[in-house]
């Protein structure tokens, strides 16, 4: 029976001040290392040992996956990684604090900028200090200026069905170290979760969340491997 891990990263530096971060590469805070670490050891616990690996382009959800799989054992397994499982693009809030765009916007727009499932925030300027045209890794790809839910589901679930998919139907164990909104286009789409009710799902950092596929790549109830 194959197997989906999801694990979001750990806590980033970002996340530990409270700013909208999206695809501005942030790196993990000391407590997200030990969630990485520890979300590797509770795989070994379990026995559940991922054989292929997915993941971002952004450093957070990178050194989640190694972090992991060094305490798992796994360090050496096949990885890929690409620009569709990056975080949501969160626009022109970029590197703001969340508490202090509330305060400015209202906590009414900011939580619509932030959960509802079509409605993206103010697009980034070109040419300001969160621009990413000039970085290396995103060479040729058309990077978004600001994504709602649906646009990034619109990245995520091809290349689920293109590439991570077949390698459940081929019998791999497959991690994905990701963000909360890349995973939270992952868990609608395999739970068959609502437009609506997707608004209200919180992915947890460094909580591996598990689904199990039978034999037509039906998956099962998603869990938190900790109560596995």
């Known amino acids: 029976m194959p197997s989906l891990i999801l694990v979001r990263h750990g806590q980033s530096q ?3 001040e409270n700013r909208f971060t999206g695809w501005w590469d942030v790196d993990l805070t000391e407590k ?3 969630e990485a670490t520890a979300a590797g050891e509770l795989l070994a616990e379990k026995g559940l040992l991922p054989t292929i690996a997915f993941t971002s382009l952004q450093k957070r959800a990178i050194k989640t996956l190694h972090l992991a799989l060094e305490a798992c054992g796994r360090l050496w397994i096949p990885e890929f990684k690409d620009w569709r499982l990056n975080e949501r693009h969160y626009g022109g809030l970029t590197g703001l604090d969340k508490a202090a765009t509330a305060a400015l916007h209202g906590d009414e727009q900011v939580k619509i900028w932030r959960r509802s499932f079509d409605i993206p925030p103010p697009p ?7 621009d990413l045209a000039a970085d290396p890794r995103y060479a040729g790809i058309a990077i978004p200026s600001t994504e709602s839910l649906k646009l990034t589901i619109e990245r995520v679930l091809p290349y689920w069905e293109a590439t991570i998919r077949p390698q459940l139907a081929a019998g791999q164990t497959v991690i994905v170290a990701a963000h909360g909104n890349s995973l939270r286009a992952l868990v609608k789409h395999l739970s ?3 437009d609506a ?3 209200d ?4 950092t460094g909580q591996p969340i598990i689904y199990d596929f039978d034999d037509a790549l039906v998956p099962g109830e998603r869990h938190y491997l900790k109560d596995r």
């Open 201 to 204: 799902l919180e992915i947890p």
């Open 192 to 194: 068959n979760i609502s």
């Open 197 to 199: 009710d997707i608004t």
């Open 32 to 34: 997200g290392v030990a």
């Open 124 to 130: 980034l300027a070109a040419g300001g200090e969160f």
């Open 14 to 16: 970002w996340n530990l």
